[in-house]
């Protein structure tokens, strides 16, 4: 155990702590060795960063619970009373928060990791979760090497299954100009608002709608990405770089036209703000161990600078914690190569992204609004509204083009499903389904309403611009 209080960030690099690594502090700012090894294992190092903060945040919660009502226990000391008590006050205390079963069943099978590794390592006797045997899987399933056959025997029964939360477009534009652009809800601009960035905010919100990219995986795209011709109709592409899609989900993302000039724009003019704000105030010269685009012309080639001297890395191999340390030179001196910014002109965390959806849900509760959305709610509407506009003449398109049209169509777009399945990153289908499924809820009549005009159609813009989706960069006949 170590106490932890000036220098934080130095002692941590010499303990090898990588950065973006999540580590707990107890509530004496010390540093317990042993818990925080658990974050050092081979397959969390290399393990999504959201991902591991998740298992930090449940973790810490209950660390916290024991500390604060089990008396000071520490992890160490924790039993099975401990745990049914943090399930009570976490599911049915009045005075608690009373998260639902989804929720619940994530929080405890991370702890649950958590404890069946400390058991394993000898840190602890026994597993304070109390457990059940698991229920078989089909005829044929193979169990992975790290398949338990005992699960939580806590988990709740009430989770929502293949229910999702969506939004049809009219009701998130609603939503977006009220909550995010302070409009009232009779769509016209209102003099009372205050909030700042509305621009940056609606741009990254629309393109979250729009491609169904991942909270964490749009939050750490570079300028250097994200389409910028603006001179260029229809729809751009970018690719996705594995490090930093969930389960290395390297794809290609489709950028319609009408968000590469609202991002463009952001780009000129608060960006540009800001990062000569941030200049001014030598904010870049303080990072630390910063990461180096030198050349405009070769964004791609990345210097690591050192004591020990330059190192060259690739853009495309870049985690999200580098990227966030992660500069380019212009005619002005260095500013972040990532594309979303704070005010302050440093990237934008997460945190701060989940900080706006809930500002802007506060926003329309303020204004007699009942509606509210979240990150994942916009990667599911973006599912819904894209799979109904792709299965429209779908059939009629393909029966409309000779034998080579066909051939590059398929390649390109191939089946509505299979698309928004490689749009979405989802390695197999039937993960897809669901969306498919909640159309098929949907009366015909919602449905015909359901694609607004203003909503381009990728399959307007020509085949060539596009390329073959199945070929990543650098490997494109």
């Given amino acids: 155990m170590y106490e932890v209080r000036e220098g934080c960030a130095s002692?941590?690099?010499?303990?090898?702590?990588?950065?973006?690594?999540p580590y707990l502090l107890s509530?004496?700012?010390e540093y317990d060795v042993?818990?925080?090894?658990?974050?050092?294992?081979?397959?969390?190092l290399t393990a999504p960063w959201n991902s591991n903060a998740n298992r930090?945040?449940?973790?810490?919660?209950?660390?916290?619970?024991?500390?604060?009502?089990?008396?000071?226990?520490?992890?160490?000391?924790?039993?099975?009373?401990?745990?049914?008590?943090?399930?009570?006050?976490?599911?049915?205390d009045g005075a608690g928060p009373r998260v639902e079963g989804d929720t619940w069943n994530q929080e405890v099978a991370l702890?649950?990791?958590?404890?069946?590794?400390?058991?394993?390592?000898?840190?602890?006797?026994?597993?304070?979760?109390?457990?059940?045997?698991?229920?078989?899987?089909?005829?044929?399933?193979?169990?992975?090497?790290?398949?338990?056959?005992?699960?939580?025997?806590?988990?709740?029964?009430?989770?929502?299954?293949?229910r999702i939360e969506w939004m049809p477009p009219r009701t998130y534009r609603l939503w977006r100009d009220v909550g995010l652009r302070g409009y009232g809800p009779d769509g016209l601009p209102s003099g009372h608002f205050r909030g700042r960035w509305a621009s940056r905010n609606t741009a990254f919100s629309d393109l979250m709608v729009?491609?169904?990219?991942?909270?964490?995986?749009?939050?750490?795209l570079s300028v250097f990405e994200v389409p910028s011709r603006t001179d260029v109709t229809g729809y751009q592409r970018f690719w996705l770089p594995g490090p930093i899609a969930k389960n290395y989900s390297a794809r290609w993302i489709y950028v319609p036209h009408s968000l590469v000039l609202?991002?463009?724009?952001?780009?000129?003019?608060?960006?540009?703000?800001?990062?000569?704000?941030?200049?001014a105030a030598g904010r870049y010269q303080r990072i630390r161990r910063p990461l180096v685009i030198s050349d405009p012309d070769r964004p791609e080639v990345v210097h690591a600078l050192s004591s020990g001297g330059i190192t060259r890395m690739r853009l495309n191999d870049l985690t999200p914690a580098e990227r966030y340390r992660l500069l380019r030179e212009t005619d002005n001196g260095l500013e972040p190569a990532m594309l979303w910014l704070t005010e302050d002109?440093?990237?934008?965390?997460?945190?701060?992204w989940k900080a706006m959806f809930t500002t802007a849900n506060e926003r329309c509760r303020a204004a007699g609004l009942d509606l509210a959305a979240h990150a994942h709610l916009l990667r599911h509407t973006f599912a819904v509204v894209t799979l109904e506009q792709l299965q429209r003449a779908h059939i009629a398109q393909l029966g409309a083009m000779n034998q080579y049209q066909r051939g590059h169509y398929v390649r390109i777009f191939g089946d509505p499903l299979d698309w928004v399945r490689r749009r979405l990153g989802h390695r197999s289908i039937l993960t897809t389904l669901i969306y498919l499924h909640a159309l098929q809820e949907l009366e015909m009549e919602t449905r015909m309403a359901l694609v607004p005009d203003v909503w381009e159609d990728p399959r307007d813009t020509p085949l060539a611009q596009l390329g073959d989706d199945a070929l990543a960069p650098g490997v494109e006949e």
């Avoid at 002109?345 to 701060?352: C, E, I, L, R, T």
């Fill in 111 to 162: 702890v649950n990791q958590f404890f069946e590794w400390a058991v394993r390592k000898g840190h602890v006797t026994e597993n304070p979760i109390p457990q059940r045997q698991a229920k078989p899987g089909p005829p044929g399933t193979v169990l992975g090497p790290r398949a338990s056959a005992t699960v939580p025997s806590t988990y709740a029964h009430d989770e929502n299954g293949e």
């Fill in 345 to 352: 002109g440093m990237p934008m965390s997460v945190s701060g």
């Fill in 11 to 21: 002692w941590l690099d010499e303990a090898g702590v990588p950065d973006g690594l």
């Fill in 27 to 29: 509530p004496r700012f």
């Fill in 34 to 44: 042993v818990l925080n090894s658990y974050f050092l294992q081979a397959n969390l």
């Fill in 56 to 92: 930090a945040r449940a973790l810490a919660r209950f660390c916290g619970f024991l500390h604060v009502a089990r008396g000071g226990k520490s992890w160490r000391q924790a039993t099975e009373a401990d745990h049914l008590a943090f399930h009570q006050w976490r599911r049915r």
């Fill in 210 to 220: 729009r491609t169904g990219e991942r909270l964490t995986e749009q939050s750490c």
């Fill in 262 to 279: 609202d991002i463009a724009d952001y780009v000129q003019w608060d960006r540009a703000d800001a990062v000569e704000r941030a200049q």
